[in-house]
């Protein structure tokens, strides 16, 4: 009797082993549920214009009217993997529109900087005119040509530019003040 139980065990664990190496684990099956595809992205960020006192929303489909741009970005990461949780710099090719397309829909003529809000963090991120202006700063929803902007939850919008620091890239936008 004991023979035949210890094999039925042996069994049951072999039958787990088996399975564990096959099969997902329901952490990694949650976190597929979970990811978004560029497919399912459809943004709108709330957009304040100080002179005028308006805020206006801008949408996915206005700035898909226009050619897509692409920058590089470097941006800190904060990841475990170098056993400290310091940052590291990263680089990305952002695609989106660019942000002086943005202000040519909304009739913006003069900009002297922006105020990006974060949706996670308390931090505002501040352009100036030169960065606001640039071809090289957008308004991305795209990260490295086919997905999603890494962490962006819940607006999937990031703001950032080649010309600004890495402490300067806004990967999940709120809300945006154009001031001047």
């Known amino acids: ?22 099969s997902k684990t329901p952490d990694v099956v949650e976190s597929e549920a979970k990811k978004v595809t ?28 226009h050619d897509l741009a692409k920058t590089y970005i470097s941006a800190y990461q904060f990841t475990g993997d170098n056993g400290d949780g310091s940052p590291q710099v990263t680089t990305m090719i952002l695609q989106g529109v660019r942000f002086s397309d943005v202000l040519s829909d909304l009739g913006v003529t003069e900009c002297t900087g922006v105020t990006v809000t974060h949706n996670n963090i308390d931090d505002l991120f ?5 960065i606001v202006w640039s071809d090289d700063t957008l308004i ?3 990260q490295n040509m086919n997905l999603v902007v890494e962490d962006s939850a819940p607006s999937y919008v990031a703001f950032g530019s080649k010309d600004a620091g890495v402490r300067d890239f806004c990967h ?9």
Do not use: R
């Not at 501040?126 to 030169?130: A, G, I, L, Q």
């Open 140 to 142: 991305g929803w795209i």
């Open 126 to 130: 501040e352009y100036d005119e030169k």
């Open 38 to 65: 560029l497919d399912d992205v459809n943004w709108q960020i709330p957009i304040t214009i100080e002179a005028t006192g308006e805020t206006v929303t801008y949408t996915m489909d206005q700035a898909k009217a």
């Open 172 to 180: 999940s936008v709120k809300a945006i003040t154009i001031h001047g």
């Open 1 to 22: 009797m004991k023979k035949a139980a210890s094999l039925m065990l042996l069994a049951a664990l072999l039958l787990c082993l088996f399975g564990a190496c096959t």
